[in-house]
């Protein structure tokens, strides 16, 4: 633990902006009369938030004087709790723990590219980008050694990925937030010993019997939804396939998906919608087909609708001020993504109509890179990176998963020609990742 002392320099004054202070007398409202120092830490946090993440001795004067304490004891929360800041850090403030699980992993290591990196702890680097501190455990000592950078955990560092991590941060890349080195959670390391060997302990029979259970619920929802998504595309494809005339944008056009060996119900849908079996040459578009795909746009609108509302009502029941991560982490699963581009290339996801730039930079963030990684989301990793990405229903809607189906297997739809054609002006430019694409 270091000495933690108030910044030599200070502002001569601190003012909580007018919503800060509407949102901080809010608050103290809460508490009952004589309770108001409940409210300390809220609002020193608050005040830390808005002051460019340290906290000037103003700031904790100000906080004393709305709560009506004395100054030293709002000064003892401070200077007690390594969560405030109490001079100056740089815009990506790392806190190294160096508790003993994180220590015995590797954390002198990093401590040591710390030093050479960016200076001695506490000291802001000349380029105002990197400040750094050793703090005690963070919680995560599972994936020891650890940092946390700003509000994110960094876990399973080693010298070199944390090198990287600096890297990538320093040049303004993004980067790839918790485990390094791909796990989920804290399951054992990949390929690495574990004390924990007697099978007993995995398969439900002795502890655990839940977590069997719910993995073999959530298999068979992702086959179910599978076996739907695929029974779909296949009803749209099928009349429209040899003229693509009833539905010029239908992603499911590509023949590859209707004759994929993965999906039996594609295939019985295609056959029941062959010109052999509806008596139609092909590509006329039919009332039948304009009517199958009414109907296959009707569904999926309902379906849009439906998880619109499943989302909404979820998130109606968090704080206003929950981020994206905690409202999309209520509602669903978060994908599992890559740390870069396989090969170094990623695919051009705003060949996916619904996909523009911006939404392919940060689904570039969370890992996507590819469009088999579209293609193989689940329903609770939809509806994650729905909440995540603010429109719930949209993916549905616009029919991403489907798209990206077609396109990972190399087959391609009225949308991805008319973007390889330079006429779709908002898909314009390559990949968002220039970086990562040689
Ligand atoms: S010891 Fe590092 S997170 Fe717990």
Not at 90 to 103: A, K, M, S
Not at 111 to 137: H, N, T
Not at 312 to 326: C, N, R, S, V
Not at 338 to 359: F, Q
């Amino acid at each position: 633990m270091s000495v933690r002392r108030l910044a030599e320099q200070q502002p001569p004054s601190f003012e909580f902006s007018p919503d800060n202070r509407a949102w901080a007398e809010k608050l103290i409202a809460k508490y009952p009369k004589g309770r108001q120092a409940s409210a300390v830490i809220p609002l020193l946090w608050r005040a830390q938030e808005q002051h460019d993440y340290w906290l000037p001795k103003a700031a904790i004067e100000k906080v004393a004087d709305m709560l009506g304490m004395n100054r030293l004891r709002v000064l003892e929360v401070a200077t007690f709790y390594t969560m405030f800041n109490l001079s100056p850090v740089g815009r990506h403030f790392i806190q190294l723990c160096g508790t003993p699980p994180c220590h015995v992993k590797g954390a002198p290591a990093l401590r040591k590219i710390l030093e050479q990196r960016i200076g001695p702890q506490q000291k802001v680097s000349a380029d105002g980008k990197f400040s750094w501190l050793e703090v005690e455990c963070l919680g995560a000592c599972c994936n020891a050694p650890m940092v946390q950078i700003n509000n994110d955990y960094y876990e399973d560092l080693t010298d070199e990925n944390f090198a990287r991590l600096l890297d990538d941060l320093a040049a303004g890349r993004p980067v790839k937030k918790g485990s390094q080195t791909g796990r989920v959670s804290s399951e054992p390391t990949p390929g690495k010993g574990t004390t924990l060997t007697d099978a007993a302990l995995y398969d439900g029979s002795r502890v655990g019997a839940w977590k069997k259970r719910f993995e073999e619920e959530q298999a068979k929802a992702a086959e179910a939804a599978r076996a739907a998504e695929a029974a779909k595309a296949a009803a749209a494809a099928a009349p429209a396939a040899p003229t693509n005339a009833a539905k010029p944008d239908a992603p499911a056009a590509a023949p590859a998906v209707a004759a994929s060996a993965t999906a039996p119900a594609p295939a019985q849908a295609a056959a029941a919608a062959s010109p052999a079996a509806t008596g139609v040459a092909p590509g006329a578009p039919t009332h039948e087909a304009k009517d199958r795909v009414a109907g296959a746009d009707a569904e999926r609108e309902a379906k849009a609708a439906a998880e619109e509302a499943h989302v909404k009502e979820k998130l109606a029941a968090l704080p206003k001020d929950a981020t994206p991560e905690q409202k999309a982490n209520a509602v669903g699963a978060r994908p599992v993504g890559l740390a870069a581009a396989r090969g170094g290339v990623a695919d051009d996801l705003k060949r996916i109509k619904g996909i523009g730039k911006v939404n392919e930079g940060r689904l570039n963030e969370l890992g996507m890179f590819h469009f088999d990684q579209i293609a193989a989301w689940t329903r609770d990793e939809i509806r994650w990176v729905g909440a995540y990405l603010a429109f719930p229903g949209r993916i549905d809607r616009e029919n991403w998963v489907e798209q990206a189906r077609v396109l990972a297997v190399g087959g391609e739809t009225e949308f991805s020609k008319r973007v390889d054609a330079g006429e779709v002006a908002t898909s314009a430019g390559g990949p968002s990742r220039p970086d990562k694409v040689k």
